[in-house]
């Protein structure tokens, strides 16, 4: 995982020094949709209802239709589950840290995918009125994949949605625990609020 993230840092080093590029700000932040997946099986998990929010950089080339776009994201995730009647709920605080390349249509719309890291910040599972702090049960950092679209208005208001594909367990009891998330949110750019000619 360790050479997935290189290889990101050597794109956008390439990318860069290759290029003339521009960087956009914006701010940006919505709702999640997340699971826990445990490979060995055990009760299924249902899906928790999040959200995310944080800062962007659109860099891209002039004259060119790729881009490479950083976010720093807080972002509530986890799971339910329901045993013998008894409801659990799994809150998993990370911060993420993608590095989305993405290629942009001439009509602002934008495919993307690319490598993300996130670090724990908090693990808590509530049961009833109960909240228990559980940071010590899982790793201090996640890996996945976000693969999504999204859309820039001529005004830099945009929207994106994206499923984050989990390729790391996430605890440190060998449960092989993976955990998958949906995206939706809303995006400005505070500068270059256009579609790319």
Same mark, same amino acid.
């Given at each position: 995982?360790?050479?997935?993230?290189?290889?990101?840092?050597?794109?956008?080093?390439?990318?860069?020094?290759?290029?003339? &590029?521009?960087?956009?700000?914006?701010?940006?932040?919505?709702?999640?949709?997340?699971?826990?997946?445990?490979?060995?099986?055990?009760?299924?998990?249902?899906?928790? *209802?999040?959200?995310?929010?944080?800062?962007?950089?659109?860099?891209?080339?002039?004259?060119?239709?790729?881009? *490479?776009?950083?976010?720093?994201?807080?972002?509530?995730?986890?799971?339910?589950? &329901?045993?013998?009647? *008894?409801?659990?709920?799994?809150?998993?605080?990370?911060?993420?840290?993608?590095?989305?390349?993405?290629?942009?249509?001439?009509?602002?719309?934008?495919?993307?995918?690319?490598?993300?890291?996130?670090?724990?910040?908090?693990?808590?599972?509530?049961?009833?009125?109960?909240?228990?702090?559980?940071?010590?049960?899982?790793? &201090?950092?996640?890996?996945?994949?976000?693969?999504?679209?999204?859309?820039?208005?001529?005004?830099?208001?945009?929207?994106?949605?994206?499923?984050?594909?989990?390729? #790391?367990?996430? &605890?440190?009891?060998?449960?092989?625990?993976?955990?998958?998330?949906?995206?939706?949110?809303?995006?400005?750019?505070? #500068?270059?609020?256009?579609?790319?000619?």
């Amino acid at each position: 995982m360790k050479k997935t993230m290189i290889l990101a840092a050597t794109i956008l080093f390439a990318f860069g020094a290759k290029a003339q &590029t521009e960087a956009h700000f914006g701010i940006k932040g919505g709702m999640n949709a997340s699971e826990l997946h445990n490979a060995n099986g055990g009760a299924k998990s249902d899906t928790k *209802i999040g959200f995310h929010a944080g800062l962007l950089a659109h860099i891209h080339g002039h004259h060119s239709n790729w881009a *490479i776009q950083p976010e720093l994201l807080y972002s509530l995730e986890g799971a339910k589950q &329901t045993l013998s009647g *008894i409801k659990t709920n799994t809150n998993l605080s990370y911060l993420n840290v993608p590095v989305l390349v993405q290629y942009m249509f001439d009509n602002g719309f934008r495919i993307e995918a690319g490598p993300q890291v996130g670090f724990l910040m908090s693990a808590k599972q509530k049961t009833d009125n109960t909240s228990v702090d559980v940071k010590n049960a899982y790793k &201090t950092t996640a890996f996945s994949i976000p693969v999504g679209v999204g859309y820039l208005t001529r005004s830099g208001l945009g929207f994106d949605a994206r499923y984050s594909f989990g390729l #790391s367990d996430l &605890t440190d009891g060998g449960s092989k625990v993976r955990g998958n998330n949906f995206q939706f949110g809303l995006f400005y750019q505070f #500068s270059d609020p256009k579609i790319k000619k």
